[in-house]
């Protein structure tokens, strides 16, 4: 069936410091995946989207990037804040231009900052 | 603010009963989806409407029931309610004009407690 998992649940990096997110998925059939982030208490928020036409898409201190040959992509957050401090979840669907889409959820991975 | 309303946000009842949670899309948003976040866990998506009309199923029990309106509300009706089914409900509206981005704008979600 179809899956979309996370290598880590949790990750700690240091105030400035980059932080990759890394997910797998298993769909190969998947042509477009997105990053959310879920604060506490607080419905998931939209980051970056990629296509599968793409390898690599930067938006404001984030960048994607799809390996499709391994069926991986990552969540690279450059000079990480304490306001970074969430669950990073990787999606994807497979049927997105057909209005009929599934979009399907990783388990997520919990991002923590060291001051 | 995404522009998403749920109601209830806080919602405890017993086994056995039914509820049913309602969710209000970003004005002008065609597409609803619901999502189940037990805790700790990932976003299980359960259904997909687009414009009034079911467009995609999850894991969605047969206990489970949704339907999106002519206003484009939805509602997601649990029966036979299990402690099980205790979790965060979140709904996501997208499609503005229709033309599908694949951002989903979520809601703050509902909570459930079955005791």
């Known amino acids: 069936g179809e899956s979309v998992g996370l290598h880590l649940p949790t990750l700690s990096v240091q105030e400035g410091d980059n932080s990759i997110i890394n997910c797998a998925y298993s769909?190969?059939?998947?042509?477009?995946f997105i990053w959310y982030k879920q604060e506490s208490g607080k419905g998931p928020q939209f980051i970056i989207d990629?296509?599968?036409?793409?390898d690599k898409r930067q938006g404001q201190r984030v960048t994607v990037l799809l390996n499709k040959t391994v069926k991986h992509l990552s969540l690279q957050i450059a000079a990480t804040q304490p306001g970074d401090s969430a669950v990073y979840f990787c999606a994807e669907s497979h049927s997105l231009y057909s209005s009929a889409s599934k979009i399907i959820f990783g388990s997520g991975t919990r991002l923590s900052i060291r001051p | 603010d995404s522009g998403v309303t749920q109601t209830p946000k806080h919602l405890i009842t017993a086994t056995g009963q039914r509820v049913t949670l309602r969710c209000s899309p970003r004005s002008g948003d065609l597409s609803v989806y619901w999502y189940q976040q037990s805790l700790d866990q990932g976003l299980q998506f359960l259904i997909h409407y687009y414009n009034g009309e079911e467009r995609a199923k999850g894991n969605i029990l047969e206990r489970f029931s949704a339907q999106q309106f002519p206003d484009l509300h939805s509602e997601l009706n649990l029966s036979s309610l299990e402690l099980g089914d205790s979790a965060l409900y979140f709904c996501a509206s997208s499609v503005k004009g229709g033309v599908n981005t694949g951002e989903l704008f979520f809601g703050e979600g509902s909570r459930l407690t079955v005791l």
């Open positions: 769909n190969s059939a998947s042509d477009y």
């Open positions: 990629i296509r599968s036409n793409m």
